[in-house]
């Protein structure tokens, strides 16, 4: 069983920075892949990154690459969302999702955390 935790969301303008992460208890969580998702009013839910369970590979959705980077320590348990040059459109609820799956489909993941609200001002 894992318990996820995000937090580092907030209020920002166009062009600025934010670096959510997601904190993790559980003996196992070394073992699961994890990922961001991101779901603003009115829409789907969507996948936003990814990355392995040894920090090796990751994946970005085409709309935040160049801008996001993922990254964890597997030693605090945590895995972070560092976003640059954030857009209005980047405005959503964000999720991390871990998992022994991979991809961009909610379906690879397992558990949840509570999600962290992004408000990008233009």
């Known amino acids: 069983q894992v318990q996820l935790v995000d937090s580092g969301g907030g209020l920002v303008q166009a062009g600025g920075s934010l670096r959510l992460s997601c904190a993790a208890s559980g003996r196992t969580f070394s073992s699961y892949n994890v990922g961001w998702f991101r779901q603003a009013p009115g829409k789907e839910r969507e996948f936003v990154a990814v990355?392995?369970?040894?920090?090796?590979?990751?994946l970005y959705a085409d709309s935040v690459k160049g801008r996001f980077t993922i990254s964890r320590d597997n030693t605090k348990n945590t895995v972070y969302l560092q976003m640059n040059s954030l857009k209005p459109e980047d405005t959503a609820i964000y999720y991390c999702a871990a998992g022994v799956g991979w991809g961009t489909s909610r379906m690879a993941y397992n558990y949840w955390g509570q999600g962290t609200q992004v408000t990008v001002s233009s």
């Open positions: 990355i392995s369970w040894s920090g090796g590979s990751t």
